[in-house]
Nanobody
Framework: QVQLVESGGGLVQPGGSLTLSCAASGRTFGDYALGWFRQAPGKEREFVAS????????NYDDAVKGRFTISRDNAKDIVTLQMDSLEPEDTAVYYCAADKAFYGSRWPLGTLEIWGQGTLVTVSS
């Protein structure tokens, strides 16, 4: 199966931007749909955005719609999350996950088996 490694997290001021990357290795990247998720302190992990195998279908949680953009490059085996107009409420550990099925915005977090290690995003002045 594919292995995932996130990068790009850090400290950013409110209103700023950050780009997260998730690099894949192992099996064929194009066989997997990808999702970004986040977990804030004391809260459950939640869906943020997803993209299908070809990059032609994307879904976003309402909290990030219009501010975040997910994209993938199957030639480079990477999926990115461009985050603009960041708010303190976006502070969380961000994870990418992969699955051979595409779930739109309803990913079964409890049963996903392929996760990255996470990258911390802190939005604070």
């Amino acid at each position: 199966q594919v292995q995932l490694v996130e990068s790009g997290g850090g400290l950013v001021q409110p209103g700023g931007s950050l780009t997260l990357s998730c690099a894949a290795s192992g099996r064929t990247f194009g066989d997997y749909a990808l999702g970004w998720f986040r977990q804030a302190p004391g809260k459950e992990r939640e869906f943020v955005a997803s993209v299908n195998w070809y990059g032609s279908d994307t879904n976003y949680d309402d909290a990030v719609k219009g501010r975040f953009t997910i994209s993938r490059d199957n030639a480079k085996d990477i999926v990115t999350l461009q985050m603009d107009s960041l708010e303190p409420e976006d502070t969380a550990v961000y994870y990418c996950a992969a699955d051979k099925a595409f779930y739109g915005s309803r990913w079964p977090l409890g049963t996903l088996e392929i996760w990255g290690q996470g990258t911390l995003v802190t939005v604070s002045s």
